[in-house]
């Protein structure tokens, strides 16, 4: 059986629309994708430029932040990439504090806090590493 050109023609021409056609939706999937992979990068970048930086933890830092929260501390110390302090009498609530605000510059490896009288006035020795 010998086709006719009419109907080579016909056929070339649907199978080059069915192609077209596939082609059409894997490209407008693909755009999806793009698109959605470019704002959640824009998204990122959003959230990035709206976080804040995290202080630098040095001796002065912790100097400060003891003369902020109004605690003297018995022994400051850097030995081997790790803070050593120790403080006596310190309240509770302001134990927290500090421990919030070092956590947020560093590493806090080591927390002994202890309370012999039951007033929640502490005895403490914290060990800090920076990030």
Known sequence: MILSRRVVYALVTLLLLL???NS???VSELKKLLNGQYLSYKQFLVELSGA?????????FIRELSARLGLSFDELSFKDGVYALKAREVPGVL???LLYELE???KVE???A???TGKGVFTV???VRPF
């Open 52 to 60: 804040r930086e995290r202080p630098r933890l040095d001796e002065g």
């Open 114 to 116: 202890v309370d012999n």
């Open 125 to 127: 020795e914290i060990r």
């Open 95 to 97: 134990l927290v504090e």
């Open 110 to 112: 080591e927390l002994e």
């Open 104 to 106: 947020r510059a560093g």
């Open 19 to 21: 192609y077209s056609f």
């Open 24 to 26: 059409l939706n894997t």
